[in-house]
């Protein structure tokens, strides 16, 4: 819950400041409010008990997520962004409980060949 509000908030503020998104593709973000953001997003991950290379692939994932939905051109409508988060949240909370213990998630099928 914590983090689909954190990313909601902060899809919010790409759609209200569209020029936000091109800006900080093209230059490193390290205002305070960037900071602050950032700082919420570990305290949340190091919450889930992820190993460390977890946490930090969850941290990139949900990163590049948040640029790719709010900083494109045609950003997805509402539904369709909480649908991608949840499919998001729902991977990272696989990991997290492999690390503690859980059955790990089955691995896809392989696609036929042709």
């Not at 369709?80 to 949240?89: N, P, Q, R, T």
Request: hydrophobic share 45%; aromatic share 6%; charged share 15%.
């Amino acid at each position: 819950g914590r983090l689909r509000s954190l990313a909601r908030g902060y899809r919010r503020l790409l759609v209200d400041h569209p020029w936000v998104a091109p800006l900080t593709a093209a230059y490193p973000n390290i205002g305070p409010h960037a900071r602050a953001f950032d700082a919420a997003l570990h305290r949340l991950l190091d919450s889930t008990g992820l190993s460390d290379a977890t946490r930090t692939g969850a941290r990139l994932a949900v990163s590049q997520f948040l640029h790719g939905c709010g900083g494109t051109v045609r950003r997805p409508p509402d539904g369709e962004f909480c649908l991608a988060l949840d499919v998001l949240i729902a991977g990272i909370q696989a990991h997290a409980g492999n690390a503690t213990g859980a059955a790990a998630p089955a691995a896809p099928a392989a696609p036929a060949g042709p």
